[in-house]
């Protein structure tokens, strides 16, 4: 884990001050306390927690925990445990938990996660995702496996005539790109969550790619990007499709873009999640690699270029990864948890700070027109619109430390999405930072957010150079 000794700045009696959310607990804190607290007990022993999938990918984390814990510290493990396997879970991904140093920690682990546990939602969704139970096994510390990550070699493919699109939960996105030039570019509002029929989505998708193929002499390759989870262009779990009846779901909504794919002849196509387009547009645009970006905007997604600028097979679906371990942390109505990303950096972050704020707005009001209405009174200097960007800022800034811990080599996190647009951007950035270099200077990581055009439409662009045209 990154070597974070340093006492942070700006709190009362541990707990960071956020203007709006005072009993906010960044995990990466949380973790560093109970490190500290662990080795002064002279009690210590290693562990060490990884998540493997069944194509061989592995990410892990090393840390300790209290040896021949009392009820409290044996409690305390596991929470310790549980909080950063949630992390490894959605970061990486996998269908096998390795415990290695703790069989005691491990056996806890298998009944909360599991059908009828506490994270019965993440055992569900990994069985999904990876067509396989989702595991836990307990090895000895010195057995523990090695981190392997492949890369699985998409985008920057620049040649012929390109289309990509983007499908966020209020809009979807194209984009017409000829030799690496932008030629056209559009946004149009959906609403897919709430639609039953796959079909329904299909004709969205297919839409925005005539938009976009209208612009160009002939299409050579597709690409998309969209929140969720998909490998090898299925959808495993999203967001976008939660309104389509399980019994529909595997035969319909899982190979939509399959289906997509053959209305367009079969011309090359890739799908990849919209948090990973992100990573790579900034990734582009700045010729930099070791790139984390965050897309906030429905939700909140992520992707990763290493340092090598290759995508990587990891699910970074930061939404369901911890951030905040207050007790009184908000519950993410999905997996049914508390502290989440989605719930700090997205639309649901901002409107539900606004009440705090002292803003009022229609009951029942869509999160994107509360959103916009936030956003033209941060254009106008209004502090209480100010003071829920800064407040989303400062709790980023923790959360970026804490990323750092699973995601090797970070030289820039990259935030873009509708909540970044307009000045509430530059102050989430510029809150960020601070507590970057306040806080955590070791980490020499800078948050950083591109010009509007590419923050709106910078994941079509990426996504277009995903597919390979092949000769």
């Known amino acids: 884990m990154a070597n974070l000794e340093t006492p942070c700045a ?15 607990r960044p ?32 990410i892990s984390v090393e840390t300790v925990v209290y040896g021949a814990p009392n009820e409290v510290e044996a409690a305390a493990n596991v929470r310790h445990a549980e909080r950063l396997v949630k992390s490894l879970l959605w970061i990486g991904g996998g269908s096998r938990i390795v415990v290695a140093g703790a069989d005691d920690v491990a056996a806890e682990l298998a009944k909360i996660y599991a059908p009828g546990g506490e994270r019965a939602f993440d055992f569900a969704s990994m069985t999904r995702i990876y067509e396989t139970p989702l595991a836990v096994e307990s090895v000895p510390f010195e057995d523990a496996p090695a981190a392997s990550e492949p890369q699985n070699g998409l985008g920057r493919h620049f040649e012929g005539c390109r289309v990509g699109f983007d499908l966020g939960a209020s809009d979807r996105k194209c984009a017409a790109v000829q030799d690496g030039k932008l030629v056209f570019s559009e946004e149009v509002v959906w609403n897919p969550s709430a639609q039953a029929d ?11 790619i005539r938009r976009a193929a209208a612009h160009l002499p002939r299409v050579d390759a597709i690409g998309g990007s969209a929140a969720g989870v998909y ?4 959808v495993r779990m999203a967001s976008l499709f939660r309104s389509v009846p399980p019994d529909r779901f595997d035969q319909e909504a899982a190979p939509v873009f399959e289906f997509v794919h053959d209305d367009w002849k079969g011309v090359p196509f890739a799908v990849v999640n919209d948090g990973e387009a992100a990573a790579l547009a900034a990734s582009i645009q700045l010729d930099r690699n070791g790139i984390l970006g965050v897309s906030f905007g429905s939700s909140m997604a992520g992707g990763y270029v ?5 995508i990587t097979g990891r699910l970074n679906e930061l939404a369901f990864v911890p951030v905040d371990h207050s007790a009184s942390a908000p519950r ?3 997996s049914g948890d508390r502290g989440c990303g989605v719930n700090y950096f997205s639309q649901q972050g901002v409107a539900r700070l606004a009440a705090a704020a ?26 209480r619109a100010l003071s829920i960007f800064r407040s989303i800022g400062t709790a980023f800034g923790y959360t970026v430390a804490g990323f750092c811990d699973f995601y090797p080599l970070v030289n820039t996190v990259v935030i873009m999405g509708r909540v970044t647009s307009g000045a509430g951007g530059d102050v989430i950035s510029r809150e960020a930072n601070r507590i970057l270099a306040d806080v955590f200077p070791s980490l020499e990581t800078t948050v950083s957010v591109p010009d ?10 990426a996504a277009a150079t995903l597919a390979e045209i092949r000769t």
Do not use: Y
């Open 452 to 461: 509007d055009s590419l923050r709106r439409h910078g994941q079509a662009i």
């Open 332 to 334: 993410d109505e999905w």
């Open 10 to 24: 700006g709190e009362k009696d541990g707990v960071p001050l956020l203007c709006l959310e005072p009993g906010f």
């Open 198 to 208: 796959p079909a329904w989505h299909r004709a969205g998708i297919n839409d925005s």
């Open 231 to 234: 490998i090898n262009n299925r």
């Open 306 to 310: 290493n340092g090598a600028g290759c």
């Open 27 to 58: 995990a990466v804190l949380e973790r560093l306390c109970f490190r500290t607290a662990v080795r002064a007990s002279r009690r210590s022993r290693p562990l060490k927690l990884a998540v493997a999938t069944p194509s061989g990918q592995v």
């Open 358 to 383: 002292g803003l009022v707005f229609p009951v029942g009001m869509p999160l994107p027109e509360v959103l916009l209405g936030v956003q033209a009174l941060a254009e106008k200097g209004d502090e």
